[in-house]
Nanobody
């Protein structure tokens, strides 16, 4: 069993930066791939970024590539999402997730964080 607790987020102007954190509990956290997803009002949840259990492999949605960076610190049981050059269209509730593979499909993940709001003003 893995529990995920998110922090970070908030309100930022376009062009600004934010960092999201997702802290996992349980001894098996290091064995899980991690992903970030987001959901804007009236839209379906969409993939943002994912990282393998070792941190050696990452991939990103085209919409955030070059602006967002996913990373993890297994010693701290934490995964991060550094978001730079934020745009109003990045506004959404962001969720972290843990699963067996670093997939872009939400159904591949078994555990989810509580979600955190990111709002980018123009």
């Amino acid at each position: 069993q893995v529990q995920l607790v998110q922090s970070g987020g908030g309100l930022v102007q376009a062009g600004g930066s934010l960092r999201l954190s997702c802290a996992g509990s349980g001894r098996t956290f290091n064995g899980y791939a991690m992903g970030w997803f987001r959901q804007a009002p009236g839209k379906e949840r969409e993939f943002v970024a994912a990282i393998s259990w070792s941190g050696g492999s990452t991939h990103y949605a085209d919409s955030v590539k070059g602006r967002f960076t996913i990373s993890r610190d297994n010693a701290k049981n934490t995964v991060y999402l550094q978001m730079n050059s934020l745009k109003p269209e990045d506004t959404a509730v962001y969720y972290c997730a843990a699963g067996p593979i670093h997939s872009s499909y939400a159904r591949s993940y078994d555990y989810w964080g509580q979600g955190t709001q990111v709002t980018v003003s123009s």
